[in-house]
């Protein structure tokens, strides 16, 4: 069955330090993944996507995540964290006819000043 | 363009009654998802609706839950006979459909049961 973990519930980092946020998959075929955020009270913004090709994808905000195959993994990076980027980031899995998206339970993010 | 719009954006409900959610996909969408996120988790998929049809309901509670996505005016979620574990946030997602892929999220409503 296909699932999504992200294995860290909460993350905190300072200001301008580097962020990883981990997620790995577990689906049969090809995955088209994806990773949002979502601010609190608020609904679900698109940060970026992978379908095929080059397996380092940008998105919007600086964020950028790489899909590994052999890890079955689809990690969100950013070089440099803001304060706003304070909110919680969750990576989804869709399906190839596109029914539904499966979703990780999400990481949330604090940055110190 | 508007995005996905939902309403209400909070709804409160005694244990009992029922619940409608509404949800206005994007100009030129045709395609509408629903997910219910509990408190803590991560969105779970419910129902997938194209016009006048239900394509996929396998994440749907089998009874007091129902959809509908009419030829004409918003896509309805329908809880009947609430109770408290029904108490979450619902999200309403729309896509274009064919080649593109992207599901566009609104702002969810957050039902509670008292």
């Known amino acids: 069955a296909q699932s999504v973990t992200q294995p860290d519930i909460h993350i905190t980092v300072s200001e301008g330090a580097s962020l990883e946020l981990r997620c790995n998959y577990s689906y049969g075929a090809t995955p088209y993944l994806f990773w949002y955020v979502q601010s609190p009270g608020q609904g679900l913004q698109l940060l970026l996507k992978y379908f095929s090709g080059d397996t380092l994808v940008q998105g919007i905000k600086g964020f950028e995540a790489e899909f590994k195959r052999s890890q079955s993994s689809f990690n969100l990076r950013k070089p440099s964290v803001h304060w706003s980027d304070a909110a919680e980031y969750f990576c989804?899995?869709?399906?190839?006819?596109?029914?539904?998206?499966?979703f990780g339970s999400g990481t949330k993010l604090n940055v110190k000043p | 363009n508007a995005g996905v719009m939902q309403n209400p954006r909070h709804l409160v409900r005694r244990r009992g009654q029922e619940a409608r959610l509404r949800c206005s996909p994007m100009?030129?969408?045709?395609?509408v998802y629903w997910y219910r996120q509990l408190p803590e988790e991560g969105l779970k998929f419910m129902v997938y609706l194209q016009k006048e049809n239900i394509i996929d309901e396998s994440g749907m509670p089998k009874e007091r839950f129902s959809a509908e996505f009419p030829k004409e005016g918003p896509s309805i979620l329908r809880i009947q006979q609430v109770v408290r574990g029904d108490s979450a946030a619902y999200f309403c997602?729309?896509?274009?459909?064919?080649?593109?892929?992207?599901?566009?999220f609104g702002p969810g409503t957050r039902l509670t049961v008292t």
């Open positions: 989804a899995v869709g399906e190839y006819n596109f029914n539904k998206f499966y």
């Open positions: 997602a729309s896509s274009p459909g064919g080649a593109s892929y992207e599901q566009y």
């Open positions: 100009k030129g969408h045709s395609h």
